[in-house]
Every structure is written in structure tokens, then in C-alpha cells.
RNA sequence: CGGGGCGUGGCGCAGUCUGGUAGCGCACCUGCUUUGGGAGCAGGGAGUCGGAGGUUCAAAUCCUCUCGCCCCGACCA
């Protein structure tokens, strides 16, 4: 490919919306163009790199047993109401009328159209299992996207959805599946880790994201320094705290006087403690229930866990007018002694295990010290309800948590029965009986691959690609594109480039070579090669490692031998 | 949806407070000189100032409405 033929218009100035380097570098590449608020044009370059990493899923799901086909991205409602996501999905899917006012959404995930599909394939148990995925453009309307192609509204997936006779199957192929995965991240050239994830609302422990290592991503994740365990900060469990055997005899709780001393901060300077002595008891609302949270002074509530432990779908922090309700004190004051006894008490693993402990009084201005969990208030509900956090002891093993960010490129997990049962989708097993077959579904970001790539590998003056998904493998940079004999040398070996499998990038532009190189480096190609005249006088090019910056002077005629025993 | 900010040549911005014939840098086009890490000189093209309405002799600038975009938050298979 000739540079000067091709479209890729590259910027020396950051366009203003660009929060995220990935995006930033993006645009100055000329890789993409926004079209609307998370909805982007892919140009050729990024198109180049997309169509690489769609090529390397492709061949690990084919390679794992799975079959690709391709499925409509506008849906019927009817599809929807059948699963009942229609009514729940929310205004994230977004849905439109036909000509003749029938209801169709833009496809977010494709779960109903399998399911439909496959109820229609499969009548027997000998048809089972099957695996089917599809690369596609989804939609989904987004509250607020951002990062460019991290968070758009419209973006490429790679979804697949697994059919299995039973649970033992599924779980087969969900073994399968991490597997594919991981070898997929790994040939992207990515530093990431399966982390264990919360499955939603389909419930069950089969569920793991895939997260390249990113301090920009948007996912906090916890891995032991020691074994392999890792998982999503909304998921994640430290090793239960032992319990503190509470004195005998000791006193009863002492009020003190805590004048607009509200946060646990501000009252365990006040009362020089450490915000490891308090309880913190934050009031929240579960439907009609009005529930307490008791979590350790320095601990944040995990809203996730506590709606698993009661069991909710939909939970919010109580107001403020709710709270002195609930309490009979202003905001900032709340406790688990004398509440009124309509609120339900939901205490933390850690809490339970304290021998004591402030918390506040239900009284303005006044908190309770000396309180013991089980003698002053009830601790009939305990359950892990608060976010891991850095250095917390592992669950499976004697090592230490470890708090880093994540980008999900990646998500497998294991549905169930939850879309075949609803929609019918069952096949006659070995003995006759009409069973739902078990899904498991997989889900690979294309689009935010790519930017999570961009996001690890760049240095500051631009993209570092890894050989498999780089556009272009290796940029011939022209001194002077008018030098006939330079000319020559990088038409040959363009040619045999091409011959022995690389994808070079001639730049042939009308510029001077200082623009050419810093283009060069900010477009990120993996090796690029300097033909000038000063070099051909002695027969030699330079070719620079994007990576490293190693730079090598090598004959002519070595050159092409030289990249592809890098490449390799 | 709540809070904040911004819409002026392709991109980045000034001008708006205090109304008076639209400007700068980059990019683009032509020519000459240059050419191993973002050249210099000269000339040139390009903007209904997001849109609509209003005030005024006169509106990028003041007023009203509206659309879009960005940031923070809530939300998120």
C-alpha cells in the first residue's frame, strides 16, 4: 500500500473530546470518525486491525468447536416479550416502528434471535451439542458513552451462544470456551486476566470476564498475589475476618457527644479513634423494606452483594428524609441500637466479628461507644457485604489481595435454562422427555479490544502495535520519494515483503522525512524501515523496532530476511 | 435524568463581559528555495459564528426558545 494513496489523515493537534489516550490516538491517526455520540465510522486503518482480530476469534472459536453465522440486527418485539426482556430491558434498547407500526428493537445481544433459531433446528438430543457465534455491529443506547470505541453506543462483538443437552455439557463447553478465550487474548499480543465476575441476574458462579491491565480502565479488579484467584471488585471476597471474643461484664454502650461530627472521618478524629473502631450504617431502600448496611467504619458497601443477600432487584440509598424516619436523628447519626423495628438489619462478616465498636446513637450530634455485636443489637442476618479492597487476605489461599484496573474485553458465562425454557427452545433427550436445552453465552468487545490494545501498548509519541492485529506490519519510510534509486529499492521491497507475507506501508508522501517519522511513530506499524540515499551509498537500510527502538543498519537485500525472522 | 461546560473555515482556539463590515495557529492549494526526526518565503481558497425567533440604525456579541457535543453523577447483558 502506497502512503500517498492511501486515506489516513493524520493530526498534530488532539482533538478536544478526547479523554482517554486510546481515543486520542486514535483520532490523531486517522483511524475513526464520529458519525454521532458513540457512534463511529471505522476508517482503514482501524478497519485493517479490527479485521485481524475478528480473524484470530474466528479461528480459536472455529478451532473450539463452534460454528459462525449471522444473525439480523434488527429484531422483532414479539422475540423480546417472550423472554420478558422487553419490558425489562429499559431504555437502553433501542426500539423503533415499521411502516406498519409493528415494534422492532436494534439488536444489544442476541440471545431471543438464537434462541429462536435453535428451537426451530433442534428436535433431538443427537443435534447436541452446538455452538454458534456471529461477528456484528450491536446497539445499545448507552446513558453516556465515552472513551471513543471503549464505551460507544454502536459497537462490534464477537457473541456466542452454546446449546448443551445438560449441565454437565455446559459446563464442558464453558470450559472450552475460557479456554478459546484465553488463547485469543493471548495471540492479540495483551497482558490481561480471567477474572471471576457477577453473573447479574442469571445468578450462578459461571461467569468470568476477561480484562486486559489497563490503570485507565473502568473495572476495578482484585488478584492474590500468591494463586490464581482473581475477580471483579463487585464480586470479590476476602477470606473471612476471625471473630474477636468480646469481653465479659464489659459496660454498656456509653453515648458521646459528637457535635456535627457526621462523617466516620470527621468523628473518629474528633474522638481520636481509628475509623477501623466504627460501625457505618447506611440506610437503603429495597422496595418497600427500608434496610441497614452495617459495614466497618473504613469499608464501602457493595450494592451488588447486598441485593444478592436480600434478595432485591432494585435498591437505592435511602433519602434523607427516609433516614430520619427511619432513625429519629438527621443524616450522620445513624445506628444499629434502638432502630425502629420495621427496618431490617443486614451486618457485614467483619462487623459481626468485632468485639466493639462506635456507631452512631440514632440521636443528633451523638454517637454509642462500647457497642458489642449480639448483645446490643441483633446480628441474625451477616452476609460478605463489602467491596475487597487492596491488601485484604485471599480467600483460597494464606496470600494477599491486590487491588489493580481492568478493561473487559471479554465475557463468558453459563445462562442456564433462563432464555430455552422461556421461549420453548427444548429437544427430546435419550428418554423421550421434552428438555430445555442449557445455554451458556460468550461475549468479545472487537472494537474495544483494539482500543484496549492502544491503551497498554503506547509511548508518547504514539500507538505500539503488536505484530498480530497492526494494520500494517512494517512502514517503508522514503527519504526521498524523488530519488529514483531509492524509488526502486522500496518498490522491490514492497514486492517481496508482500510475497513473503507482510503487509508493508510505503510512504511515498510529498513531505519531509521528519514528518514522515513522526507519522511513522504515531501510527505504531511494528517495524519500519528507512530507505535514503545516504544508506543506498552503501548499499544498507535502517529498520527501527517500534517497540524498542532498537535501530539496525542491515544490507539491502537482508532486509526482507531480517523482518520476517522478526515477525515470525 | 441531575449538576457543570462548550458550539466561530477540516482541526485547535481568540473575539462575546463593553453590539459597529470575522481573526490567529495548524491543515489545504500554487510557486520558488529546502530535504536523515513535525522547513522558509511569497501568493491563494475556504466560515449563513449550531438553529429559530426577538431587541436594535446595526447582533458572533444582548434576550427567548431549541438542537448538538463534552465532563461529573445515577444506570449498565
Redesign the pocket.
Known amino acids: 500500500m502506497r502512503y500517498s494513496h492511501a486515506l489516513i489523515?493524520?493530526?498534530?493537534?488532539?482533538?478536544?473530546?478526547?479523554?482517554v489516550i486510546s481515543h486520542r490516538l486514535m483520532l490523531?491517526a486517522g483511524m475513526i470518525h464520529?458519525v454521532?455520540?458513540?457512534i463511529y465510522a471505522y476508517l482503514p486503518l482501524a478497519l485493517r486491525s479490527i479485521t485481524k482480530i475478528s480473524a484470530i476469534v474466528r479461528e480459536e472459536m472455529v478451532a473450539a468447536g463452534a460454528q459462525e453465522l449471522l444473525m439480523p440486527a434488527v429484531q422483532p418485539a414479539e422475540l423480546w416479550q417472550q423472554s420478558g426482556r422487553w419490558d425489562k430491558y429499559?431504555r437502553?434498547l433501542l426500539r423503533m416502528h415499521d411502516r406498519h407500526d409493528r415494534e422492532f428493537c436494534l439488536g444489544?445481544?442476541h440471545?431471543e434471535v438464537i434462541t429462536d433459531i435453535v428451537r426451530a433446528q433442534i428436535r433431538s438430543w443427537r443435534q447436541l451439542p452446538v455452538n454458534l457465534f456471529q461477528i456484528q455491529a450491536?446497539f445499545?443506547d448507552?446513558?453516556?458513552?465515552?472513551?471513543g470505541l471503549m464505551r460507544g453506543r454502536e459497537f462490534i462483538?464477537k457473541?456466542g451462544y452454546s446449546f448443551d443437552r445438560d449441565d454437565a455439557g455446559a459446563a464442558a463447553t464453558y470450559e472450552r470456551m475460557h479456554a478459546a478465550y484465553t488463547r485469543i487474548f493471548e495471540r492479540c499480543g495483551l497482558r490481561f486476566r480471567p477474572v471471576e465476575a457477577d453473573s447479574?441476574?442469571?445468578g450462578g458462579a459461571f461467569s468470568h470476564e476477561f480484562m486486559v491491565l489497563a490503570d485507565s480502565g473502568?473495572d476495578a479488579i482484585l488478584s492474590c498475589d500468591t494463586c490464581d484467584y482473581a475477580a471483579n471488585q463487585e464480586k470479590a471476597t476476602a477470606r473471612a475476618p476471625e471473630a474477636t471474643p468480646p469481653a465479659a461484664n464489659a459496660p454498656a454502650p456509653e453515648a458521646v457527644a459528637t457535635p456535627d461530627k457526621k462523617a466516620v472521618d470527621e468523628v473518629a478524629a474528633f474522638l481520636h479513634r481509628e475509623p477501623t473502631d466504627f460501625i457505618k450504617t447506611l440506610l437503603y431502600r429495597a422496595g418497600e423494606q427500608t434496610v441497614a448496611a452495617l459495614v466497618r467504619g473504613d469499608r464501602e458497601v457493595n450494592?451488588i452483594k447486598l441485593a444478592h443477600a436480600l434478595g432485591a432487584d432494585?435498591?437505592?440509598l435511602a433519602s434523607d428524609g427516609e433516614v430520619e424516619a427511619a432513625t429519629g436523628a438527621p443524616c450522620g447519626f445513624a445506628g444499629p441500637v434502638g432502630l425502629a423495628g420495621d427496618v431490617a438489619v443486614w451486618v457485614d462478616r467483619e462487623v459481626a466479628a468485632m468485639a466493639t465498636a462506635v456507631t452512631g446513637a440514632n440521636h443528633a450530634d451523638t454517637h454509642l461507644a462500647g457497642v458489642q455485636p449480639g448483645r446490643d443489637f441483633a446480628t441474625d442476618n451477616v452476609a460478605d457485604l463489602i467491596n475487597a479492597d487492596d491488601g485484604d487476605p485471599c480467600p483460597r489461599c494464606a496470600g494477599t489481595l491486590h487491588l489493580s484496573r481492568g478493561i473487559e474485553v471479554g465475557?463468558i458465562?453459563k445462562l442456564g435454562t433462563k432464555y430455552s425454557a422461556a421461549m420453548g427452545a427444548t429437544f427430546l433427550n435419550a428418554e423421550g422427555a421434552e428438555t430445555p436445552a442449557v445455554m451458556g453465552?460468550y461475549?468479545i468487545?472487537i472494537g474495544r479490544t483494539m482500543a484496549a490494545s492502544i491503551e497498554q501498548n503506547h509511548d508518547d509519541?504514539?500507538i505500539v502495535w503488536p505484530v498480530p492485529i497492526a494494520p500494517f506490519t512494517v512502514e517503508i519510510?522514503l527519504?526521498?520519494e524523488?530519488d529514483a534509486a531509492s524509488l526502486e529499492v522500496a518498490a522491490a521491497m514492497e514486492r517481496e515483503l508482500t510475497a513473503a507475507g507482510h503487509e508493508p506501508l510505503v510512504d511515498d508522501r510529498k513531505?519531509?522525512?521528519?514528518?514522515?517519522?513522526?507519522?511513522?511513530?504515531?501510527l505504531g506499524l511494528p517495524y519500519?524501515v528507512?530507505?535514503?540515499?545516504?544508506?543506498?551509498?552503501e548499499g544498507k537500510?535502517?529498520i527501527?523496532a517500534r517497540a524498542t527502538g532498537e535501530?539496525v543498519e542491515v544490507a539491502v537485500e537482508q532486509a526482507v530476511g531480517w523482518l520476517t525472522e522478526r515477525c515470525a
Open positions: 489523515n493524520t493530526v498534530r493537534e488532539t482533538p478536544s473530546e478526547a479523554e490523531r464520529k454521532a455520540a458513540g429499559g437502553e444489544p445481544t440471545e450491536k445499545r448507552e446513558i453516556r458513552p465515552r472513551f462483538m457473541d447479574g441476574a442469571i473502568e450494592e432494585n435498591l437505592a465475557h458465562f453465552c461475549g468487545g509519541n504514539g519510510i527519504i526521498r524523488t513531505e519531509r522525512p521528519g514528518v514522515k517519522f513522526n507519522d511513522g511513530d504515531l519500519c528507512t530507505v535514503g540515499p545516504r544508506g543506498l551509498k537500510v535502517e527501527k535501530r
